[in-house]
């Protein structure tokens, strides 16, 4: 603990006029101030002195010697003296100051070389504890120097110079003064402290209000961007860099909007909004070089200075259209899913009348013909019926994925049957091109499931391939011991970001024709059998493509084989 050495002790820790602070502000600068005025009394005490000595008036030398003291006093002070709010105390380095300055003016009064009245003088020591210091130490102040002039008065008295009274009246009429401007100037020094303090506050505030809304706007899922009068970038958060982003290049704020010919048309709306001087609402398409059209839903407010002390900007909302498309789709489909389930459950009757009708029409039927009719009618009874049990699954949206299948299959057979089928029924014969090496490893996945998962990744990939060569590769491999991955591959261009950010969500799609379901349940059917399904972009054979892979569960041959894990995979 700290015991500072003290004239006047209140036992008000808050009573000083300046708190002690690292950031002196407004205290460091009036003391400053104060150090210099001092200098300057000093210095034309000097000059005063000398001058007076210059024409022979000067009575007592030692007048000259304490001036020059002074002045050497101050210039210390104020050259090495690092200024420090007094608290509720008095220390060492006011002694220096007020206690210097109240015995120099003292001496010079009581001297009295060239019969000049000093008394004035004092008003600098006693604005000095007013302002810089509490208020007890601005009454002790003036009550010293009030005291010291009486003594000064009596002494004359006692020399028996001049007119006593006229002496006493005009000492106590000072030391009056001297306690009314102490109070004055302190009650003005405490007004400036609290304004000061009040300031900060206020700068803290508004300071921390900037960073939280700088947060949330960094934060926000729709592209947000501040345009001056000029057509300049002030801000623009991480998502409208990436509705920006032309090509692999990312602009960072400040950039000028009309640098790009693909953002012409943001440009125009944001001259739109200055010129009209009102909000503005557009759907506006931008011609990436790449050749990819990005359509954006624009909204602009104007946020003009309500005096016209600051410059008007512009804020502009971008939000990608495609997303917006697709949460409408996301809500229609969330509605046919309700249906679906309410349709799948009346279904489910009629189909099991049919199979039951069709199994009963099968005992009685001899012709070869007939039976393969009712062999058809039953594998796709039962096809339907399956596809019923998956929509019902989705549809509840189960929390936790069913038990683990046993059903195993060796990958590179199934892979290769499937794929042959598959170009069977699509002609893609020519662009396909088959890659087969897991040692035909064997995975727990069912047979109809697999179908499923690969044909919805072949007519992905078909939608999407040139018409080239070996524009589609499939490839099986091992990854680890026990462990295969299957990879689909075609020579697409690259997908986008937003696109990659919701690839396997439901609903979602690149194309307004498209339910969006078609990878969802890719992952479904992966996450159920515990394999993992992932994206992205890779070169086979010199061209860079899109290839989604999967990874399947360890075999139980290898039990301690890790299980696939998005930590592990290449993204």
């Known amino acids: 603990m700290n015991t500072p050495s003290h004239w006047f002790e209140t036992g008000d820790k808050g009573s000083s006029t300046w708190e002690t602070s690292h950031e002196l ?11 210099t005025a001092r200098v300057a009394i000093a210095t034309v005490l000097v000059i005063l002195q000398a001058f007076i000595y210059a024409l022979g008036n000067i009575t007592n030398r030692w007048s000259i010697a304490v001036c020059i003291a002074y002045l050497f006093a101050t210039l210390a002070v104020r050259l090495w003296a690092k200024p420090r709010p007094p608290g509720s105390t008095f220390d060492a380095q006011w002694l220096s100051t007020i206690g210097v300055d109240v015995i120099t003016f003292s001496a010079l009064n009581f001297l009295q070389s060239g019969g000049i009245n000093y008394t004035p003088l004092f008003a600098l020591p006693v604005l000095l504890s007013s302002i810089l210091g509490p208020i007890l130490l601005a009454f002790g102040t003036a009550a010293s120097v009030t005291l010291l002039l009486l003594a000064d008065a009596w002494w004359n008295w006692l020399q028996a110079l001049g007119d006593p009274n006229a002496r006493f009246l005009q000492s106590g009429l000072s030391g009056s003064g001297f306690f009314l401007v102490a109070l004055l100037a302190n009650h003005l020094a405490l007004r400036l402290a609290r304004e000061e303090q009040l300031a900060k506050r206020s700068q803290s505030a508004a300071r921390m209000q900037t960073q939280v809304n700088e947060l949330v706007i960094e934060a926000l899922a729709d592209g947000v961007l501040v345009v001056d009068i000029n057509g300049i970038v002030r801000s623009a958060n991480p998502a409208s860099r990436r509705l920006l982003a032309a090509g692999d ?21 944001m001259h739109r909004t200055f010129a009209e001087q009102s909000p503005q609402e557009a759907d506006v398409s931008l011609n990436t070089p790449g050749g990819h059209t990005r359509r954006l839903h624009v909204r602009t407010r104007l946020a003009a200075s309500p005096n016209g002390t ?12 495609r997303e917006m498309e697709a949460r409408v789709r996301t809500e229609k489909m969330a509605a046919m899913g309700r249906m679906s389930a309410a349709v799948a459950h009346e279904i489910r009757n009629p189909l099991a009348a049919i199979s039951q009708a069709n199994a009963l029409l099968e005992e009685d039927l001899q012709d070869a013909g007939h039976r393969q009719l009712t062999a058809m009618v039953r594998q796709n009874a039962q096809r339907l019926a399956h596809i019923v049990d998956e929509v019902l699954n989705i549809s509840r949206a189960q929390a936790q994925l069913p038990a683990a299948q046993t059903s195993t299959l060796p990958l590179d057979d199934a892979v290769q049957k499937i794929a042959s089928d598959w170009a069977g029924q699509t002609a893609a014969s020519a662009r396909m091109r088959v890659t087969l090496d897991s040692d035909n490893a064997v995975v727990g996945f069912e047979p109809e499931h697999l179908r499923r998962l690969m044909i919805n990744l072949l007519d992905n ?10 524009a589609i590769d499939i490839a099986t491999q091992v990854v680890t011991p026990g462990q ?25 799609s690149s194309e307004s024709r498209s339910s969006g379901l078609g990878l969802y ?6 996450e159920r059998y515990g394999a993992l399904i992932g994206y992205q972009r890779v070169q086979r054979n010199g061209t860079d ?8 569960r360890p075999s ?16």
């Open 545 to 552: 493509g899109n290839e989604f892979f999967v990874v399947f």
């Open 310 to 321: 600051h410059e008007s900007l512009c804020v502009m909302f971008l939000e990608d259209l």
């Open 461 to 470: 990939a078909l939608r999407y391939a040139s018409d080239g060569a070996h």
């Open 484 to 508: 295969a991955r299957l990879s689909v591959w075609s020579d697409g261009q690259p997908l986008e970001q937003t696109v990659q950010t919701h690839l396997f969500e439901p609903f979602f």
């Open 25 to 35: 502000g407004s205290f460091g600068r009036l003391w400053h101030a104060f150090m």
């Open 521 to 526: 349940i890719c992952r479904e059917l992966c």
């Open 249 to 269: 290049s990312v602009r960072s704020a400040p950039f000028i909007l009309a640098a790009e010919n693909t953002w012409q048309p943001l440009a125009e709306l």
């Open 556 to 571: 139980p041959q290898f039990p301690n084989t890790p299980s696939p894990s998005f930590a592990t995979m290449p993204t």
